[in-house]
């Protein structure tokens, strides 16, 4: 949850007025547990969207939102959440895990990878968000970062800019007074 990518991500959401909620998978940091490859991972992130449900109960919107691995979580539980309503998902592993899961993908969203990532090959994520795109009602927005590795490095600026800028593009604002109810945002690792 101390990713600088995934610290981003939480600005992002948070100066749309997101309720928002970062978090570490099991056995990272001082977390219990051990890595379990993904299946007890998804738990994790289910039982955080839980916990944020319970305390912004009328929330008017529910977006999920990874990097790497917790972008591979993220799809899998927008897939099982039917209130989630939309996604950004950044560097996902498309080379790595398999994303066929998401055949049909249930809500719009916003890939963004960097051109020069030597983890995730950048044509395997353009492939998976050319596939995701071409569903029917569905909107994904394939962002680059030019020179930008896995981690992002000294574009983190540009990436947490760009994520602003698609959540603005969607008329989610930063809220202008304290009283309408916060959407709600959970930011994988």
């Known amino acids: 949850m101390n990713n600088k990518v995934v610290y981003a991500l939480y600005h992002a959401f948070v100066r749309r007025g997101f309720s928002t909620l970062r978090f570490n998978f099991r056995g990272v940091g001082r977390s219990q547990g051990k890595f379990d490859n993904g299946q007890g991972e998804l738990s994790d992130a289910a039982s955080a969207l839980d916990w944020m449900q319970s305390f912004n109960a009328n929330a008017s919107a529910c977006w999920v939102g990874g990097f790497s691995f ?15 309503d939309g ?25 963004i990878h960097g051109t020069a990532d030597d983890l995730v090959p950048e044509p395997s994520v353009a492939k998976l968000a050319t596939k995701l795109a071409s569903q029917r009602n569905i909107r994904v927005k394939y962002r680059t970062i030019e020179g930008a590795n896995h981690f992002f490095g000294t574009h983190l ?33």
């Open 70 to 84: 917790g972008a591979w979580i993220g799809m899998q539980l927008l897939m099982r959440r039917p209130e989630i």
């Open 157 to 189: 600026d540009t990436l947490g800019g760009m994520v602003d800028s698609y959540l603005g593009d969607l008329v989610i604002q930063p809220p202008a007074a304290p009283v309408r109810e916060p959407e709600l945002a959970v930011a994988l690792p």
């Open 87 to 111: 996604f950004v998902s950044v560097a996902p592993p498309a080379n790595v895990f398999d994303f066929t899961f998401l055949a049909p993908c249930p809500s719009s969203g916003l890939i």
